[in-house]
């Protein structure tokens, strides 16, 4: 099956997990002459040598000192792994007919091909033996933090729009990156470019068919091997992270062993158990490993550090970030930034700033370049509670300080499996007569209970974990402020995971008109985020007021008012909370989210301002508005407010998918054009 160039025996790769590594064509070389196939020539190519110097595990490897392996070797495995997959897909029969069918009618390098050729056997295996081992080098160093902060330019979204005909507002940082990697190397490759589908690559790693293809059946059982509920990455980086921390319980040859097929929906085994095992140790990995307490500590100092360039440019000058954090990444700056130019800036800003006037600057930058497992922090993990008293006065102390937390608030339930969004089908006969399919969660006993169960990766249920410079009295004065109500607030504004999109956006000249205000409740941050990272995406001019943003001079009410007279459209987060706090504020005349309310509703009568909603946890939470103005602020009758009526507004924004988010979005900024 595979290709017979001459190589050098200096050349075996070897991996702890899938022993040797293959890295000749499965079946098709490149014209480039002995030893130059595809494989070998991308391995060579910078954008897979950068991967040799961004971890895995970001900071696993300070508490699990074996964690220290590399994206690349991730790569490698990932190919391997694909391999196995390739000779299961074409032992499947019809199932490798059906999508060797659709390739044919989808993508021009295929058009002339018989499915049952050895050419087209050859350039099927090597797309997603190459999709395998590309899908990730778009991957940011320490991305938890830096994704946060780092967007890619304008250009790079131009460039891939233009060139496969479709919107990528919507893509995240990694995916534009490694589309747009892979289209510069086959833009300098032409012999490259001659074996190798772009518009399929895409396909396979984003999901995204160019425009004016439509995704027929057949396509999708090729995509789940790529990005799927069990797949080449997943059954590499599951069993591998496990290798070097908490062990495993299973292995990759063993779920591909009892793998029958892949359909339309996902993947169809002949056994529950190898999976089930899969599973349990995906779960625990995020337990235990990824979102451990000495992994996160510094993923969150990271990220407040991060925060913190973005406001002070003389900081992020001396960090060598100036230009990324003021107007983005573009492909360049990309393929030089690895673990080691991030923390080559942070060594240059710790050097510039070895001084106390920035506590918190120079506490992170000794945290993150101190190589020990405790950096003299503790931690606690603590619950918010509805005790009074305010923090005001001990804000800057808690929060510009030397005090840092995490709340989670990129941590939401999840299910470790679900037969409705992405199904796991057994076929057995050992499990009914006929060998039908059935969903996963229904054929392995005890286990079944844990893969419908809503989870979360903290351990504590709405949990907090504050980390604190150590000592029994700070440990003491945490768990006294943790239950004031103020602090929970407080939290949720200042917590640096959870801005990754900007709070303003008016002065980004590529972003689109009006500029959008939105009201909200502080409570429903995180919804928020959700909805600008669409937003942001769709590069739509919008801003929030957070209080952290008021000059200590400036009420928020009269910051409120301040935004609201100078919207070009508003959006409003209808909650419970939110109309709770109108209400409260209408009784008084006083308020923020009354005085935002007030503003509009003068603005919608003299003006036609133009405002939308959007509801926090769907329409049957706020049917029953009270004396909020619904009338005023639609032009409407108050009963015409319903889900037909106002589609966004029947859709919780909680519980929503993002594709349903992103629909929303666009339906809602369409509204405003």
């Known amino acids: 099956m595979h290709a017979t160039d001459q190589h050098s025996a200096l050349e075996p790769v070897h991996d702890p997990l899938h022993g040797p590594i293959d890295v000749e064509d499965a079946f098709v070389q490149a ?8 494989i070998r020539r991308l391995l060579k190519a910078p954008m897979l040598t950068r991967l040799r110097h961004v971890r895995q595990l970001g900071f696993a490897s300070l508490g699990f000192p074996a964690a220290d392996h590399t994206r690349f070797a991730h790569a490698l495995g990932t190919m391997q792994v694909m391999r196995l997959l390739c000779d299961k897909i074409i032992d499947s029969g019809s199932a490798y007919l059906e999508a060797g069918g659709a390739l044919i009618g989808s993508f021009e390098l295929f058009r002339q091909m018989d499915v049952k050729s050895e050419a087209f056997q050859n350039a099927f295996v090597t797309h997603l033996l190459v999709a395998a081992l590309l899908e990730d080098v778009g991957e940011l160093p320490f991305a938890q933090a830096t994704e946060l902060v780092i967007w890619p330019l304008q250009e790079e979204h131009v460039h891939l729009g233009e060139k496969l005909r479709c919107n990528t507002r919507a893509w995240g940082a990694k995916q534009v990156f490694t589309m747009r990697l892979i289209s510069e190397a086959l833009d300098q490759d032409a012999e490259l470019a001659s074996v190798l589908d772009f518009e399929l690559l895409t396909f396979l790693i984003t999901g995204v068919m160019p425009s004016g293809k439509e995704l027929v059946p057949g396509l999708m059982r090729l995509r789940h091997t790529v990005d799927g509920v ?26 591909i062993d009892s793998l029958v097929c892949y359909d339309d929906t996902g993947p169809v085994f002949s056994d529950p158990e190898p999976v089930v095992a899969f599973l349990t140790d995906y779960a625990h990995l995020w337990s235990a490993v990824y979102f451990s307490a000495q992994n996160r500590f510094r993923i969150v100092v990271l990220a407040t550090l991060l925060q913190t360039l973005r406001t002070d440019r003389d900081l992020r000058t001396t960090a060598g970030l100036a230009h990324v954090l003021e107007n983005g990444m573009g492909l360049h700056e990309f393929s030089e930034f690895d673990d080691r130019a991030l923390f080559r800036g942070l060594r240059e800003l710790f050097k510039a700033h070895h001084s106390h006037e920035r506590p918190r600057v120079l506490a992170a930058l000794r945290v993150l370049l101190e190589d020990s497992q405790r950096a003299d922090y503790d931690a606690l993990w603590v619950t918010p509670g509805d005790a009074d008293g305010a923090l005001d006065g001990e804000l800057e102390t808690l929060f510009e300080g030397r005090l840092f937390f995490d709340a989670f608030f990129n941590a939401r339930e999840h299910i470790l499996y679900s037969s409705k969004d992405k199904p796991i089908k057994i076929r057995s006969r050992l499990l009914t007569p006929d060998g039908t399919d059935l969903p996963l969660d229904k054929c392995d006993g005890p286990f079944s209970a844990l893969l419908n169960a809503e989870w979360r990766f903290t351990k504590r249920q709405n949990g907090i974990l504050v980390f604190f410079p150590s000592g029994d009295d700070r440990r003491s004065y945490v768990a006294e402020i943790a239950e004031r109500r103020s602090f929970s607030l407080a939290v949720s504004e200042f917590d640096p995971l959870r801005g990754a999109y900007p709070s303003d956006t008016r002065n980004r000249p590529e972003f689109k008109q009006p500029s959008l205000f939105i009201s909200y409740e502080m409570t429903d941050g995180l919804v928020l985020d959700r909805v600008c990272e669409h937003l942001f995406h769709q590069r739509q001019q919008y801003y929030y007021l957070r209080k952290a943003d008021c000059a200590r001079s400036y009420s928020t009410k009269d910051a409120s008012i301040d935004c609201a007279r100078k919207a070009g459209a508003a959006l409003i987060f209808l909650s419970k909370a939110y109309l709770a706090k109108y209400a409260q504020g209408a009784i008084n005349k006083d308020g923020n989210i009354w005085a935002e309310i007030s503003i509009l509703v003068e603005r919608k009568a003299n003006e036609g301002l133009p405002i939308r909603f959007l509801t926090v946890g769907g329409y049957d939470e706020v049917k029953d508005c009270g004396d909020f103005p619904i009338a005023e602020l639609t032009g409407r009758d108050p009963a015409e407010f319903t889900p037909t009526m106002f589609p966004s507004v029947g859709i919780s924004i909680r519980s929503a998918t993002s594709k349903e988010i992103a629909e929303m979005v666009g339906h809602v900024v369409e509204g405003f054009r």
């Open 31 to 38: 014209p480039g002459g002995p030893g130059e196939g595809v």
């Open 230 to 255: 069990i797949d080449a990455d997943r059954l590499d980086y599951v069993f591998r992270d496990a290798h070097h921390t908490i062990g495993s319980h299973s292995s990759a040859s063993a779920v």
